[in-house]
């Protein structure tokens, strides 16, 4: 290669600056070569990284059980008399106060319904959620008020479904018990009533 020397030459005769300039633009030069080439390699590594099964696996497990810390720190917070269990009351008053509604949705958790919330956080319908089931239900309804209404929907689905199969259930025996009633009292009122008229019918033909 041509040494830096040779074209610093003629430039020294132009002007004693002109090195310096010359020199400042192959700095910058080589900078920003170095720059693009760092940027390179880091985005090819960032990549291996995220396509790793493991290291995806091990950020996922991270972030899980942040998730469930940050969780229990909140159930905590609403069971003031450490029973290992809250009411829809110490929910309600949880949810009217500002930073727990900011700490839930930080969370990405809807508030704008408590009662709803609650019911749907109570899945054994006991009237408490404990712990295990508070971190359960709140993973489980993650995400934006979509998710609460999908959620929402699928409970109410749930109990219409349930009364749907009590009240057909509640029919069928009923049917079954007017079905078993008949059949004990005889054949229909009008086979008796056609058979009685037949024996008449034939008299009154005879007699003719």
Not at 3 to 19: G, K, N
Not at 110 to 118: E, I, P, Q
Request: contains cysteine; aromatic residues 8%.
């Amino acid at each position: 290669g041509v040494s830096w020397r040779e074209p610093l030459q003629p430039l020294h005769h132009l002007s004693e600056i002109m090195p310096w300039i010359f020199a400042a633009y192959i700095s910058i030069v080589y900078f920003a070569v170095l720059n693009v080439v760092t940027a390179v390699f880091c985005t090819r590594a960032i990549e291996t990284t995220q396509k790793n099964p493991e290291i995806v696996a091990q950020s996922m497990i991270s972030k899980r059980q942040a998730y469930q810390k940050s969780l229990r720190a909140f159930f905590d917070a609403m069971d003031k008399n450490a029973t290992g269990c809250i009411t829809l009351g110490d929910f309600e008053r949880a949810m009217k106060d500002e930073e727990m509604q900011a700490h839930f949705h930080t969370l990405e958790m809807d508030t704008n319904d408590a009662w709803a919330l609650f019911k749907l956080i109570d899945t054994d319908r006991s009237g408490l959620i404990s712990k295990d089931e508070f971190i359960h239900g709140c993973e489980w309804l993650k995400g934006t008020a979509k998710g609460v209404e999908l959620a929402k929907m699928s409970l109410e689905h749930r109990h219409l479904a349930k009364k749907m199969m009590s009240f057909m259930t509640e029919t069928d025996q009923r049917l079954t018990g007017i079905s078993e009633h008949l059949s004990r009292e005889g054949p229909p009122l009008s086979e008796r009533t056609g058979s009685s008229q037949c024996p008449g019918g034939s008299a009154a033909g005879s007699g003719f």
